[in-house]
């Protein structure tokens, strides 16, 4: 029963009306709160489907010492555990989700979130280093083959404020650093041969990607991009 009162629903879950965009960005603005009381860098997302809460997450790349713990990725994880949990198909269920986060995904999670389809991205402010969905890369539309689904972007809800929240963080002394054991890890398990570029900053331009070679998985590059990332956003 449960499974047709979802269906009877679907048709307008990737609707994103004001009230809706006002309510659950307030909930994940309040996560971004939390992650920078913890020292993460402030993002915060949640992903709602037929107006239910089915994943949520804030930064944890710091406190798990795990580089692509972003936001969208617990988000992620969590929506793939209650789908489970309720018995019902991830496709089915992502396709009809919409995704709020205070800050515009990063290039890694745009392309996670175009592998799992899903239709609407609302977001704060742009994020002028890494952002997938036109800052840096346009990963949202660009023509991708075997990379998912395209997804609508509607942007600039609390940006200022979204914005103030990063500037706070980075004026901070990032309390962790970097873990150098897990840095050198994921360098050695995705291409040690490019370890060294990691550290140029004349590369920060470029795609990351087109120094790895591709003889490596898609998820590996990603982890590699996401190091990239990680490391010239301590240094840089
Ligand atoms: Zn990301």
Redesign the pocket.
């Known amino acids: 029963e449960v499974t047709l009162v979802m269906e009877t629903k679907e048709g307008r879950s990737g609707d994103t009306a004001v009230e809706d965009i006002e309510t659950w960005m307030d909930k994940a603005f309040d996560m971004a709160k939390d992650a920078l009381q913890n020292g993460e860098v402030p993002?915060g997302c949640l992903m709602v489907y037929n107006s239910e809460v089915v994943g949520k997450g804030r930064n944890e790349v710091n406190e798990t010492k795990n580089a692509?713990r972003?936001?969208?990725?617990v988000a992620l994880d969590e929506l793939l555990n209650w789908c489970h949990s309720s018995n019902l198909d991830v496709s089915r269920v992502s396709r009809n989700t919409v995704l709020y986060v205070t800050v515009e995904?990063?290039?890694?999670?745009?392309a996670?979130l175009r592998l799992l389809n899903i239709p609407t991205v609302v977001y704060g402010c742009r994020?002028e280093r890494?952002g997938?969905c036109g800052s840096i890369l346009d990963v949202s539309s660009a023509d991708l083959p075997q990379t998912g689904n395209t997804f609508k972007c509607v942007s600039g809800h609390r940006a200022g404020e979204a914005v103030e929240m990063l500037k706070t963080f980075y004026k901070q002394e990032n309390p962790n650093g970097i873990n150098w054991p897990v840095v050198l890890f994921l360098c050695c398990s995705t291409g040690g041969g490019e370890a060294p570029h990691l550290f140029c900053p004349t590369r920060k331009s470029s795609p990351p990607t087109r120094h790895s070679p591709f003889i490596f998985s898609e998820r590996q590059i990603h982890v590699w991009v996401?190091v990239h990332?990680y490391i010239l956003r301590v240094y840089l």
């Open positions: 993002v692509t972003h936001a969208e990725m995904p990063c290039v890694m999670c745009a996670a994020n890494f997938g996401c990332i």
